[in-house]
Nanobody, 115 residues
Framework: QVQLVESGGGLVQPGGSLRLSCAAH????????MEWHRQAPGKERELVAAISRGGSTYYADSVKGRFTISRDNAKNTVDLQLSTLKPEDTAVYYC?????????WGQGAQVTVSS
């Protein structure tokens, strides 16, 4: 049974930092492209960052230079370092594993940026 479990969410002040982690209980984790998406209240879910099995990364323009995605294939984890946070980064952040016809989602972690 595939399971993705996010951790590390919370409340942080503007300009602060937070690290999200996703533990993937999944066979052959290394073949999956791993992504972080987010969904703010009243908005559609959007792709924030992605890392391929080869280590290539993608970032949405809104987070480029502030967020960093990384993966550890030995530990089956993918992390998202969030820095210089803004109130508009407030959202539920979801971990997503995708490979061809397979797609798995975590339950989400709340990140709230507020003073």
């Amino acid at each position: 049974q595939v399971q993705l479990v996010e951790s590390g969410g919370g409340l942080v002040q503007p300009g602060g930092s937070l690290r999200l982690s996703c533990a993937a209980h999944i066979v052959i984790f290394s073949i999956y492209t791993m992504e972080w998406h987010r969904q703010a209240p009243g908005k559609e879910r959007e792709l924030v960052a992605a890392i391929s099995r080869g280590g290539s990364t993608y970032y949405a323009d809104s987070v480029k230079g502030r967020f960093t995605i990384s993966r550890d294939n030995a530990k089956n984890t993918v992390d998202l370092q969030l820095s210089t946070l803004k109130p508009e980064d407030t959202a539920v952040y979801y971990c997503h594993a995708v490979d061809r016809g397979y797609s798995y989602w975590g339950q989400g972690a709340q990140v709230t940026v507020s003073s």
